[in-house]
């Protein structure tokens, strides 16, 4: 299964905003390989929890481990069947060591969004 978790610049830190993030770090658990891909809603004027919820969809992601995300967001994540988890930990490789401890929940509670206010 492949994970994607929005980060920082650094490409480490988890990035509080999902749709806004500047990159993305998709980890397949198959093989242990990491991809880091920019974020090509990031930067986008509305609509970019869809953009990124789409792009995470594109990359054929099973799992995404986020801080927050917004609703429309997670509907797009939601029909493309990929799980929604509330990842607390500072940094990504914290968040996919508690996701392979079967320590993280499901995240259940959605934002309504921020309509390009960051």
């Known amino acids: 299964m ?21 990159w993305f770090l998709f980890y397949n658990t198959d093989t242990g390989e990491k991809t880091w891909m ?3 809603a990031a930067q986008s004027q509305g609509g970019a929890g869809l953009q990124a ?6 990359q054929g992601s ?16 939601r029909a493309a069947e990929i799980s929604i988890y509330r990842g607390d930990e500072a940094e990504a490789e914290d968040c996919l060591r508690a996701f392979e401890e079967n320590r ?9 969004g921020f309509q390009g206010i960051q």
């Open 53 to 58: 919820a789409q792009f995470v969809a594109d």
């Open 38 to 40: 920019e974020n090509p």
């Open 104 to 112: 993280l929940e499901l995240l259940t509670r959605f934002h309504a």
């Open 2 to 22: 492949k994970i994607a978790i929005p980060v920082e610049e650094n490409r480490k830190d988890v990035c509080a905003s999902f749709g806004r993030a500047p």
């Open 62 to 77: 099973g799992a995404v481990i986020t801080v927050r995300c917004g609703q429309n967001g997670a509907e797009v994540l």
